[in-house]
């Protein structure tokens, strides 16, 4: 079995896992579930694997830019990702927070070699501008993309970070952070405090494969 089929299938049994942890979650620490790419002799995931599993289907940012999924939001990264839209009165806002909270313990680091990625659920209703809109609210800064785009595309794209769902209001209020050139994925709870979600974070920053 690909290294790429491995990584869906763990987040299938990740999402699952988070699924039943979601009640009361603010109140726990962040659920950490790893996983570790396969890796080549030198010590590296394979890059190539990387882009046939993600591919560049393309989105759209907050600012109306498209861009490719692997080459322009993972290549060579640590992301933090999750999915959310922006009519979402209850878990979303608090999602978006703990974000916040990431991106000023990132410092400088954000927009270098590490981004958030909030994929929308309801990329038919969050165009660009009420996702520029959601962003100003939360003071993102660059490296913090909020995406859109045609329906299919985010599908796809959602489908490969395991957080795709039928039904807006059943997404997942979980966190896939992954260092991708080191192949090291973790799954944490979104809804955790926000010092346990930095904790996991950090050790996926810091990871050296």
Same mark, same amino acid.
């Given at each position: 079995?690909?290294a790429m089929?491995?990584? $869906? +299938?763990?987040?299938?049994?990740?999402?699952t896992?988070? +699924?039943?942890? !979601?009640?009361?979650?603010? /109140?726990?620490?962040?659920? &950490?579930?790893?996983?570790?790419? /396969?890796q080549q002799?030198?010590?590296r995931?394979?890059?190539? *694997? #990387?882009?046939h599993y993600?591919?560049d289907?393309?989105?759209i940012?907050?600012?109306?830019r498209p861009m490719?999924?692997?080459?322009?939001?993972l290549?060579g990264?640590v992301v933090?990702?999750? *999915?959310?839209?922006?009519?979402c009165?209850?878990?979303?806002?608090?999602?978006?927070? /703990?974000? #916040?909270? +990431?991106q000023d313990?990132?410092? &400088?680091?954000l927009?270098?070699?590490?981004?958030?990625i909030?994929?929308?659920?309801?990329p038919?209703?969050?165009?660009p501008?009420?996702l520029?809109?959601? *962003?100003?609210?939360?003071?993102?800064r660059?490296?913090w993309?909020?995406?859109t785009g045609k329906k299919? !595309?985010?599908d $796809?794209a959602?489908?490969? $970070?395991g957080q795709?769902?039928?039904?807006?209001?059943?997404?997942?209020?979980?966190?896939?952070i992954?260092?991708?050139?080191?192949?090291?994925?973790?799954?944490?709870?979104g809804l955790?405090?926000p010092? &346990?979600?930095i904790k996991?974070?950090? /050790?996926?920053? !810091?990871?050296?494969?």
């Open positions: 079995m690909n089929r491995q990584l $869906l +299938i763990w987040t299938v049994v990740a999402a896992l988070a +699924i039943g942890l !979601n009640a009361g979650a603010q /109140s726990k620490p962040a659920v &950490d579930v790893e996983r570790r790419e /396969s002799s030198g010590g995931p394979d890059p190539a *694997a #990387a882009e993600f591919t289907v393309t989105l940012n907050q600012n109306g490719k999924l692997y080459s322009d939001l290549k990264k933090v990702v999750n *999915a959310f839209f922006t009519s009165k209850d878990t979303c806002p608090v999602m978006a927070s /703990s974000l #916040a909270a +990431i313990w990132l410092g &400088d680091r927009g270098k070699d590490v981004y958030l909030s994929m929308s659920v309801d038919e209703t969050d165009t501008a009420r520029k809109e959601y *962003a100003e609210r939360f003071k993102a660059p490296g993309f909020f995406l299919q !595309n985010m $796809l959602l489908r490969k $970070l795709y769902v039928e039904v807006r209001e059943d997404h997942l209020n979980v966190m896939m992954g260092n991708v050139p080191t192949g090291l994925w973790k799954k944490a709870m955790a405090k010092a &346990d979600l996991v974070v950090e /050790s996926v920053v !810091n990871d050296q494969g």
